[in-house]
């Protein structure tokens, strides 16, 4: 099957379980991450109608949004998807228009820093950690309302809401379950920060049928990563 073919399967199945969820067609915003993947893939996807694209790396994504926009392609939409570090803040601001994974005060105050700076519109969502390992990415409960309580203060940034990963045993409607608990007490505090990231190659589906406004799909679009020698 190629790219064409895995884009409209892909997309075909998120019409299906929006019907199944009983929620209106095109109420799922699809992220394409193309992380290991060149340039031309981007525009491969964009030729085929795709606006937005996600990265974790701000080593690969700046020069691949560079290519992308050199190659006459302007209305490329960037997440950034991935663990983001204080000193890349700058970097990322430059081409990214959202940030899935604000998790940290540190990174709160680098991101309050640099759009203070150089004023412009960005969005965001605040990673949860739906695991025990207190090393993994993303708030635990406990920290998510004073997390968010910072970041509203930031001006010119529009948090969305939340972003969560399902951890690895399987058990995704468990995980997201909780992800969309946090997401209530989120909008406790912010009513407006009422959208959800969750989903991908694996699980889409199951995130649409609970309530995902976002989904990151990689590999059942892109197809395999490319190895390297």
């Known amino acids: 099957m190629g790219l064409a073919e895995r884009y409209r399967s892909v997309q075909e ?6 019907r199944a969820a009983g929620r209106e067609s095109g109420s799922v915003d699809l992220i394409v991450v193309t992380k290991n993947h060149p340039a ?3 525009l491969d996807l964009h ?5 937005s694209f996600g990265e974790n790396r701000d080593q690969e994504a700046r020069p691949k949004a560079l290519e992308v926009s050199q190659a006459g392609v302007g209305d490329a939409d960037w997440h950034f998807v991935g663990q983001l570090q204080s000193n890349k803040v700058k970097s990322v601001l430059e081409y990214a228009s959202c940030i899935h994974s ?3 005060a540190s990174l709160v105050r680098e991101l ?3 759009l203070g700076r150089a004023p412009r519109a960005l969005s965001g969502f605040i990673e949860l950690n739906l695991t025990d390992d207190l090393n993994r990415g993303g708030v635990a409960e406990a920290d998510l309302l004073p997390l968010a309580e910072s970041l509203l203060e930031i001006d010119g940034f529009n948090l969305l809401g939340v972003m969560a990963v399902a951890s690895l045993d399987g058990q995704p409607g468990r995980d997201f379950e909780l992800a969309v608990a946090m997401s209530e007490q989120l909008k406790t505090l912010a009513p407006t920060a009422d959208k959800i990231s969750m989903g991908m190659s694996d699980d889409f589906e199951i995130a649409i049928s609970m309530g995902a406004t976002h989904i990151r799909v990689g590999s059942a679009i892109t ?3 490319p190895t390297t020698a």
């Open 13 to 18: 199945r998120i019409r299906a379980a929006e």
């Open 223 to 225: 197809g395999p990563r």
């Open 102 to 104: 604000i998790d940290r």
């Open 47 to 51: 030729a085929l109608g795709q606006r």
């Open 40 to 42: 031309q893939l981007v």
């Open 112 to 114: 309050s820093k640099q």
